[in-house]
């Protein structure tokens, strides 16, 4: 019934009018290929790329569409590198049972996921353990890996 409404109703239009419609359309279409390339995990990150640091949480920024955390990692020269952590939304993270409280500034956190795929210290969050209670938490990624 509905295509026989829109094909009634697209038939009806001046043959100007159904080009605009047809541009428009196509052109909707495209806009939504960034979008989704955004949410591609394998677009941004390496699933071959698995990496485990440890150090201590500088900065959480609970924003849609991912929480992001930043953490300090020393090497074994002592030399710090400042790591970007992507997470899940928010609303992500409170179904698998987070809240703003449970990582803090300055807390000591071993982070499992996937490393960027331009070599960067940004890494997409797989758990997170908590230093002080050994609380292990899923992060709500779009990649699971094994363990």
């Avoid at 052109?27 to 394998?42: D, R």
């Avoid at 409280?101 to 070599?119: H, K, P």
Wanted: net charge neutral.
């Amino acid at each position: 019934m509905r295509i026989l409404i829109a094909s009634f109703v697209f038939k009806g239009l001046h043959m100007k009018t159904r080009g605009l419609t047809i541009v428009a359309c196509v052109g909707l279409l495209l806009a939504t290929v960034p979008v989704v390339a955004h949410h591609s995990f394998s677009a941004e990150f390496d699933a071959n790329a698995p990496i485990e640091v440890t150090g201590a949480v500088q900065k959480i920024e609970w924003l849609n569409p991912h929480v992001w955390f930043f953490m300090d990692v020393e090497d074994d020269e002592g030399a710090v590198t400042n790591w970007a952590m992507e997470m899940g939304s928010p609303n992500q993270l409170v179904r698998a049972g987070w809240t703003r409280s449970t990582m803090s500034v300055g807390d000591v956190v071993t982070v499992r996921g996937s490393r960027a795929r331009d070599g960067s210290d940004t890494a997409s969050t797989r758990y997170v353990v908590l230093a002080n209670s050994g609380e292990r938490l899923f992060a709500a990624s779009s990649q699971r890996l094994p363990g």
